[in-house]
């Protein structure tokens, strides 16, 4: 099974608004395991990035000023992401822009049902808790102290190790950001030992809140 994690940086929230993608990054795991491919990319969204953007990424207009177009990128992109399953955190925002991207430069869209989306699955596990990619990776205890801003393969490589938790599989402690070849052919993910965390108060609460909400609409 291979599938492709991915994540975006954009110059703002809203594609109504005109926000552009100023940063594509993608990791290919084979059964879960990373591989060596990557696909990694800034754009010249041919926009200013919005202050809060530049907050939450740091990519000004001048970084970006001298980078590819997307339809520069695009032929390389889904090439790299053809018939694979998507893992995106959010997924609505990041397809929501790709194929905006997509539509300006007349290419067919992303099929969301090739899409797993880790906040639903987050929300379905873990209702009435924070369910972020940074409070996901405190959850299960994941290091995510190089995440001092938003970049795409950073943010990646935090997600596939959420994405293995959050389906019950052993994390593979391997370093997703290297350029080493691996063979990788013979390995299963099996035969692991979960870890036990144990909720806090306010998850319990939260929790109750959620299971009275749902009791009320079945009534």
Known sequence: ????????????????????????????????????KTFHCYLNPQRKVSEDAVKVHGYTDEFLSDKKLFKDVVDEFLSFIENKKLIIHNAEFDISHLNNELKLIGKNVINKENVIDTLDLAREKYPGSQISLDALCRRFRIDNSRRKLHTALIDCELLSKVYINLIDQKEPKLDFMSGETRNLENIKVTNYCKKIIEPTEDELRNHKIFIKKSLKKTI
Do not use: Q, W, Y
Not at 11 to 17: D, E, I, Q, R, W
Not at 23 to 28: D, K, L, S, V
């Open 1 to 36: 099974m291979i599938e492709v994690v991915l994540d975006t940086e954009t110059t703002g929230l809203s594609v109504a608004s005109g926000h552009r993608i100023v940063e594509i990054g993608c990791i290919e795991l084979k059964n879960l395991l990373p591989t060596s």
